[in-house]
């Protein structure tokens, strides 16, 4: 095998320097596409990216809007506080009924004029105050 000089291969560039230019810009131009297809590619695989988050975003507001919806809800507000009182009243009937030392006493009987108190001030506010009423659908056990 030969080698090519330097000399040869400088005449052989020259020979050929058009057709190598247009190699170079063929590839150029095939460079160019190539970009632009990821480009294109890439633009709407991000377009689509871009309408899932907002899709999720969406479905994610309407969620906590549903559950904020439920959970401030006043008739739910209405029972917790039906059930909160009802459990504290249950208590004070059985400490009313435990015996207990004074000290212990006492601190009923602080519990039992908060309750009224909180009472008062929760039929204020509620028209349909269980405590307002009359309740002749509760039977009243006596334990002795």
């Known amino acids: ?21 247009e190699l170079i810009d063929d590839e150029k ?9 990821v480009r294109e590619c890439a633009d709407s695989a991000a377009d689509r990216i871009k309408e ?7 479905r994610a507001q309407d969620t906590f809007k549903d ?3 439920a959970v ?10 039906r059930m909160g ?13 435990m015996p207990m030392p004074t ?13 009224t108190a909180v009472q008062k001030e929760f039929c204020k506010a509620n028209e349909n105050c269980a405590a307002k009423k009359q309740r002749d659908d509760v039977e009243r056990i006596e334990i002795d």
């Open 103 to 115: 000290a212990v006493k006492e601190v009923r009987e602080d519990i039992e004029n908060s309750r």
């Open 52 to 58: 899932k988050v907002s899709e999720k975003k969406d």
């Open 29 to 37: 131009e095939f460079a160019r596409d190539v970009g632009d297809e």
């Open 67 to 69: 559950i904020y919806k």
């Open 72 to 81: 401030m809800d006043p008739n739910a507000h209405r029972h917790f506080v």
């Open 1 to 21: 095998m030969s080698q090519i000089t330097d000399e040869e291969l400088k005449q052989l560039l020259r020979d050929n320097k058009e057709r190598i230019l």
């Open 85 to 97: 009182l009802e459990f504290f009243l249950g208590l004070s009937a059985i400490m009313e009924k």
